[in-house]
């Protein structure tokens, strides 16, 4: 009981720092960028961020917080509006919205799936922020009993299952994202015998900056993938009303309740991210709905699973962040540098050390989810023209903000042109369709997983078999076997069918 | 096969093959690298073991190109007409340009001029040459990107200046 209370009395405390007036007017401030970011095509919330990140540098933490968490809700909801005016998404977690939201503005009723889309969200967001803002606690108790072995797991779990999920067919290409990730992040001095590794350049003594990486990975890649694609821009502009009726707002509840669940869930899991979170919604809602046949063909439903899934994902990806400091997606990953940024570590002390910090970013995304919906109704009509912007004009603007925003964490050159270098590598990676989000994770976790290992198996001499004893230990081993066993499954199965394509091209 | 799966299939086998010998330096360096007490201790034993799981990861990625035809393919790739007309291709020229003209702003223009000229420059010949400006009655595309191009590079510095007290370049 005294917990509880204790709890409270924290609340209390975090909801003056997260309502303040300042930080009320930074969040709109944030929240309008984010939508019209999120809604162009070729600006997802993951770049805007990373270029946002040491903007911030200058802000009060909580006005950090506000200002980026604003920016993560309004470019994961703005999506909706390209993807059901466009058939293009803003976001790559659109792109389940666009498979009902573009055949129902074809229908005339644009309005109505935009104006749900917008609603479903926001109630998906809160909905997450309760089981957020109750499940942190919990999980970080839990987490104040890992050691160094427990660790290590986690960081090797964060990317097998991130690359797991974020590839359709095999998590081969995840797997390897996530090593490669890893990899980057052994250049430098070691951390614990300053030992060198990698140092190819004396610049890159101190290691990989993770800033200017993320930057050119997000960044830079994504302006030259936009800028090869050459696909004229159509708009639907028809709108029809914008209320839906009674009946459709009943019929949204379950499924609107169901995906703000699997949108927590999912984004709890490291890496996973909003796309995912969608899709997988998604296709629930389809094999649960009574009107599947609408789906794909302009169902409200199909447009509420996916938009209520992902936003709901972005309090579900603040739990292992704030809890463990394995982001729940690449947004959050992001969060996590600007954090680092402001002297903030989160991971299992920080309940210790800051114990409001937690409700201030449940209450931050809460508010942020509210002032979301009240702007992007008031955006539906302007967001037309928003759309119509000139992308040849937008994009070399957007690699001059790169390079300010690799520029600005150090004051170096030599960081501008490792953001390039990064950019670069980038492209090519996705032209391999190696998925970004692994070599994020792999980046951010690979100097956890180093130390936390080596430092266990000092205590165990050398030995792994002391270390087989730690109960939480075991079960995060279990975890981490069944996700590479099921992988590595999937992979042998999809190979199989692939061979057997190849000796009979006539078969399907 | 279609020809994505066919492009798919050789992109793997590529692929594979440089990430397995990038995995040997990988192995390689990790084992030269200085170690205090024992080579668990030293810098190198978490490398090596991202080496030996990318070498394996590079390897089946190479058997699922080479399963899916990735061999013939990239035979098929290699030949010089190909290669001609992958580097004719209206795409990769542009991503190739595109690129170049990052490459001179960051390399060459940045920190030996001033940080809005570097940047006009840059702008003014990446709109021109996506043509991002078309020709109206009065004004012509060149220069609408120039002006734009100017106001551009003066917003960005002065608006870090003054806001954030940034100093660019």
């Known amino acids: 009981m005294s917990e509880v209370m204790t709890q409270l009395g924290y609340f209390g405390e975090a909801i003056g720092s997260a309502w303040s007036g300042a930080n009320l007017l930074i969040i709109t401030g944030a929240v309008l960028l984010g939508l019209i970011v999120g809604a162009i095509p070729g600006l997802t919330g993951t770049m805007a961020l990373a270029l946002l990140i040491n903007i911030t540098y200058g802000m009060s933490t909580s006005a950090a917080v506000a200002f980026m968490l604003g920016t993560y809700v309004g470019a994961v909801s703005g999506g909706l509006f390209s993807a059901i005016m466009l058939n293009i998404p803003g976001t790559p977690n659109a792109a389940a919205t666009a498979l009902d939201g573009y055949p129902l503005a074809l229908q005339?009723?644009?309005?109505?799936?935009?104006?749900?889309?917008?609603?479903?969200?926001?109630?998906?967001?809160?909905?997450?922020?309760?089981?957020?803002?109750?499940?942190?606690?919990?999980?970080?108790?839990?987490?104040?009993?890992?050691?160094?072995?427990?660790?290590?797991?986690?960081?090797?779990?964060?990317?097998?299952?991130?690359?797991?999920?974020s590839q359709d067919s095999t998590p081969l290409k995840g797997w390897i994202g996530g090593f490669i990730g890893f990899f980057f992040a052994m250049i430098g001095v070691d951390g614990l015998y300053n030992g060198a590794r990698f140092i190819w350049l004396p610049e890159l003594t101190s290691g990989v900056t993770l800033i200017p990486a993320l930057i050119g990975l997000f960044g830079i890649a994504e302006v030259l993938s936009v800028l090869q694609d050459r696909t004229p821009i159509q708009i639907s502009e028809s709108m029809g009303t914008i209320l839906p009726d009674k009946d459709e707002f009943k019929s949204l509840m379950k499924p609107v309740l169901r995906s703000s669940l699997i949108g927590c869930g999912i984004g709890a899991i490291p890496g996973a991210g909003e796309d995912i979170a969608a899709w997988l919604s998604y296709s629930v809602g389809k094999s649960r709905s009574k009107a599947k046949e609408l789906f794909g063909k302009g169902s409200f439903e199909g447009v509420s699973c996916s938009e209520t899934a992902n936003n709901a994902c972005i309090p579900g990806a603040m739990v292992p962040m704030l809890t463990l400091a394995i982001p729940g997606s690449t947004q959050a990953a992001m969060f996590l540098a600007a954090m680092n940024l402001h002297g903030i570590q989160p991971g299992p002390m920080l309940t210790l050390k800051d114990p409001t910090?937690?409700?201030?970013?449940?209450?931050?995304?809460?508010?942020?989810?509210i002032i979301m919906f009240v702007i992007a109704l008031g955006l539906t009509k302007p967001m037309t023209k928003i759309l119509q912007v000139n992308r040849k004009i937008l994009m070399p603007i957007i690699v001059v903000l790169t390079v300010v925003g690799a520029y600005a964490s150090r004051s170096t050159l030599f960081d501008v042109k490792l953001m390039l270098a990064f950019g670069v590598l980038g492209f090519i990676l996705r032209k391999a369709n190696i998925p970004m989000a692994p070599i994020t994770l792999g980046l951010i976790l690979g100097g956890t997983a180093d130390t936390s290992f080596r430092q266990a198996l000092s205590l165990g001499n050398g030995s792994i078999l002391p270390l087989l004893s730690r109960t939480v230990g075991n079960i995060l081993i279990v975890v981490v076997i069944y996700t590479l066993v099921s992988g590595t499954i999937k992979t042998i199965k999809a190979t199989k069918k692939e061979i057997m394509n190849r000796e009979e091209p006539g078969q399907p | 096969m279609d020809a994505r799966k066919k492009k798919s299939a050789a992109m793997n086998t590529v692929f594979g093959i440089l990430l397995v010998l990038f995995s040997i330096y990988i192995i390689i360096s990790s084992l030269s690298m200085k170690y205090f007490k024992s080579f668990i201790d030293g810098a190198g034993f978490f490398p090596l073991i991202i080496g030996c799981v990318l070498i394996g990861l590079g390897a089946v990625l190479t058997f699922i190109g080479i399963n899916a035809g990735g061999f013939a393919e990239l035979k098929e790739v290699l030949t010089g007409s190909f290669i001609m007309a992958f580097i004719k291709n209206e795409d990769t020229v542009r991503v190739l340009i595109l690129l170049s003209m990052m490459v001179v702003y960051v390399f060459i223009l940045l920190g030996n001029i001033p940080f809005v000229w570097a940047t006009t420059i840059y702008l003014f010949f990446t709109f021109v040459y996506l043509k991002a400006y078309k020709k109206t009655w009065i004004i012509p595309g060149w220069l609408m990107s120039l002006i734009t191009a100017i106001i551009t590079s003066f917003v960005i510095f002065y608006a870090f200046k003054l806001g954030l007290g940034l100093t660019i370049l």
């Open chain 1, 357 to 369: 910090f937690m409700y201030v970013v449940g209450l931050t995304l809460a508010v942020a989810a």
């Open chain 1, 108 to 165: 005339g009723k644009g309005g109505k799936a935009r104006f749900g889309g917008i609603m479903v969200s926001c109630i998906g967001t809160l909905i997450s922020c309760i089981i957020m803002m109750l499940a942190t606690p919990v999980i970080s108790n839990i987490a104040l009993k890992f050691g160094k072995w427990e660790l290590f797991l986690l960081a090797v779990f964060g990317i097998t299952i991130c690359g797991n999920l």
